[in-house]
């Protein structure tokens, strides 16, 4: 460090009053430090940037090497050779996420958002899918993408590898289920833990993978055997990562909450207690988290929305805090749930339950005759729900004119009609202002009492959904407006609008069907809108949805507001759903603050900033772990719906399905069965008589020599030829094509 200009000895920590907020023995900012090594212009040892700080102590020392190790870890720093840290950014190095894919290349997502990088396979022998690494450019491939080389690994994803014991010539190995992750875990002999050849094994990592090295483990527990009824979710479980089982301190915590809402809790908050607030939900719905309850106004509505207050029972830094936080949010498979907070919480005290008192977050908003909010105000409320209602109760009593149940919810009837009033508005304003609306099909899957698959059967929405759907949307608005007003850090969340590249894909598929996307370089959500609903009724309108949401970014959570293009809006925050999801929980807290400064103006320029516990970086980190952690339980979801799937149709190889053409690739042609709600994929290799091109802009196959076109919405006869459980796969093959559609000479549009 001596080489440059030297930082002013234990110069003043800007951070300094916020980190004595969070720690007993503040150390150093991440920022100050940053600051002294950018001043600097050179690598620093620990030794050197102790002298700076004038650290005497051994555990200022101590909570300096922590720090370091943590920002390390972080991507804010790499350690050279010789042991000296170097900013990351100054070394035009990009640090990110690995993501792999099963042909054994893979990509870094970086930290700040750019471009994805391809990394080559010999990259990606020395590391697994989720691990954080630093990645210098070193160029761009054949196929005009950028390319990077590992510098270094940040941080290791996987501690323990699920999968299948394979033996084979006295080698023993896991081959992992998750495909992503495509090196297998070798076994000592010594290190077999009992397992057998063909079980279901968790592998914990005792070495982990090098450019010249497989990944090595041994194995520590038996989760069963290959096709034991349950065992696909315990095998997403920890194949994914998704912590299942609660640390003793949170156990311990939870002893110590008493089962129903204390006296003392009780005072000093807004009382709605004799307001007739309902919950609605499904059938099987055991958490509660959101009461409704409207009434008419002179010149439009009054809306109160009462969401369980989970930040009231949940401290920062607590056993169950940081629990929460390693979960993310709560992962709902078939048949069974894994919470992000224990039951004694999610069921329990946070439960809205009808006929007891329970601490809520009330949203209060003024709503006018065009549907939109005019004045919205948090509280720290008190409710008692006086029904819980099902959606499908709701709908009945509201559009299907079930005079029994109106008769017996004769006293809550006209609260619910008030509450439709605003819906039916709330739906124009929706249209009105151009959000996309997709019909998408979800199933649900019925088991036996063995846990045996009976029945695979559509998820009907009914217009009751919709209603609170739209009373969550008004909520969620009202608190980011509150969060950005007084610019209090928190996470929004953020829907951006499709990519150039994307964009110009779009473009060219629709033209190819006779429709066009207005809004230039830079549609909104109303032109697509617009697309959506000009494709209504044709045979093609499937196809075209489905094109449309895969030109569409993912939804992300981010301390910097960008709206969400899907809804249309120009600020949105997840606040209605803190049981499952933890952004909901850091918004409670934000709204706590600003309630408790109450007539602050300007958040950040006061006192208000120095008591809250979290910064815009923080937010970033935080943003980035739960917006990881929803993305891992989707795919732990679908691998076990995608199971299930398969081996319902495993006793039904050699059965013939009349299909529709969900998806072309160049691969082959993915084909949805609506008898049995399941998809399979018909290889291209056995498409008959002809050899097959695939065009990426139109997303056809087209045969070379008798012009035959498959295309999505084609509709196909089709024989189930084989199921594959390991690879999650069906494969189909063509009985009967129904009327294939010949290349036209003529050069006319589709219409």
């Not at 050279?80 to 792999?100: K, M, P, S, T």
């Not at 394979?166 to 289920?177: A, H, Y």
């Not at 809306?303 to 949940?314: M, Q």
């Not at 399979?680 to 498409?687: A, P, R, T």
Request: with cysteine.
């Amino acid at each position: 460090m001596s080489k440059r200009s030297k930082p002013r000895s234990g110069s003043q920590d800007p951070h300094q009053e916020r980190e004595k907020g969070k720690y007993a023995k503040p150390i150093a900012s991440r920022e100050h430090l940053l600051d002294l090594m950018a001043e600097s212009g050179a690598p620093a040892t620990r030794e050197e940037l102790e002298s700076i700080l004038r650290l005497r102590s051994d555990d200022d020392k101590e909570a300096l090497r922590r720090r370091l190790q943590a920002m390390v870890r972080d991507g804010q720093l790499l350690k050279n050779r010789r042991g000296a840290y170097v900013i990351v950014d100054e070394q035009d190095l990009l640090r990110g996420q690995v993501i792999a894919h099963p042909n054994g290349f893979g990509f870094l997502k970086p930290d700040d958002g750019g471009d994805d990088l391809y990394l080559a396979p010999r990259d990606m022998r020395a590391v697994l899918h989720g691990d954080r690494a630093v990645v210098r450019v070193a160029g761009i491939d054949r196929r005009g993408r950028r390319e990077g080389v590992l510098v270094e690994v940040l941080e290791r994803a996987n501690d323990s590898i699920v999968g299948r014991l394979v033996v084979e010539k006295g080698v023993n190995f896991v081959v992992p289920d998750n495909k992503r992750i495509n090196q297998d875990v070798m076994i000592a002999p010594g290190d077999l833990g009992g397992a057998r050849p063909n079980q279901i094994v968790l592998a914990e990592l005792v070495q982990q993978p090098t450019r010249r090295s497989p990944p090595v483990g041994k194995i520590s527990r038996v989760l069963g055997e290959h096709l034991t009824p349950g065992m696909e979710i315990e095998v997403a479980i920890h194949a994914h990562g998704i912590p299942c089982e609660w640390p003793k301190a949170v156990r311990d915590q939870v002893k110590d909450i008493a089962p129903e809402v204390l006296e003392a809790d009780k005072k000093n908050r807004f009382d709605m207690r004799d307001k007739p607030l309902v919950t609605i939900d499904g059938l099987d719905a055991k958490d509660f988290d959101d009461a409704v309850y409207c009434e008419r106004r002179r010149n439009g509505w009054r809306l109160f929305v009462a969401i369980a207050d989970v930040a009231h029972y949940v401290q920062p830094a607590s056993a169950l805090d940081e629990s929460a936080q390693q979960r993310g949010t709560s992962v709902y498979f078939p048949g069974r749930v894994v919470p992000m907070l224990p039951e004694a919480l999610s069921n329990g005290l946070c439960s809205l339950n009808p006929d007891v008192d329970r601490l809520c977050m009330i949203c209060e908003m003024t709503i006018d005759t065009e549907g939109k909010i005019v004045r919205s105000k948090f509280h720290n409320g008190l409710m008692r729900s006086h029904a819980r209602f099902t959606y499908d109760q709701v709908a009945a009593m509201l559009y299907e004119n079930d005079q029994l149940l109106r008769r017996e919810n004769s006293a809550l009837l006209p609260h619910l009609e008030v509450l439709d009033e605003l819906y039916q508005l709330l739906t124009k304003t929706r249209r009105k202002r151009g959000a996309m609306e997709f019909e998408s099909r979800e199933t649900l899957i019925e088991f036996n009492e063995e846990r045996k698959i009976d029945a695979i059967v559509p998820l009907v929405r009914n217009d009751a959904h919709r209603l609170i759907e739209e009373c969550m949307i008004l909520a969620n608005i009202a608190a980011a407006r509150s969060l950005g007003r007084k610019k209090v850090p928190t996470l929004y969340r953020v829907h951006e609008g499709p990519e150039p590249e994307k964009l110009d894909e779009l473009r060219s598929y629709l033209a190819l069907r006779g429709l066009s996307l207005g809004g230039g370089e830079k549609p909104r959500a109303k032109d697509i809108a617009k697309v959506l609903a000009a494709s209504e009724g044709r045979e093609d309108a499937g196809q075209i949805q489905i094109t449309v949401l895969r030109s569409l970014k993912q939804a992300v959570y981010q301390p910097e507001n960008n709206g969400h293009f899907g809804l249309a809006l120009d600020e949105y925050a997840h606040f209605t759903s803190p049981i499952r999801r933890y952004p909901d929980l850091l918004v409670h807290r934000g709204l706590k603050q600003i309630i408790a400064n109450a007539g602050v103006k300007n958040f950040l320029s006061g006192g208000a900033a120095k008591q809250f516990r979290y910064s815009v970086n923080d937010m970033v980190m935080l943003g980035q772990q739960c917006s990881s952690a929803e993305r891992r339980a989707d795919d732990a979801t679908r691998d076990v719906t995608n199971w299930l799937k398969c081996e319902y149709m495993s006793d039904r190889v050699g059965e013939e399905f009349d299909g529709v053409v969900a998806s072309v690739t160049s691969f082959g042609l993915f084909v949805d069965l609506p008898a049995v709600y399941v998809e399979g994929l018909v290889h291209i290799s056995n498409l008959p008589n002809d050899y097959y091109n695939f065009d990426p802009v139109s997303l056809q196959l087209v045969g070379k020599g008798h012009g035959v076109t498959y295309s999505m919405g084609t509709k196909l006869r089709v024989v189930v030829a084989r199921v594959d459980l390991d690879e999650r796969k069906i494969d189909l093959d063509l009985a009967k094509v129904a009327e294939p559609k010949k290349k036209s000479k003529s050069r006319r549009k589709r219409r």
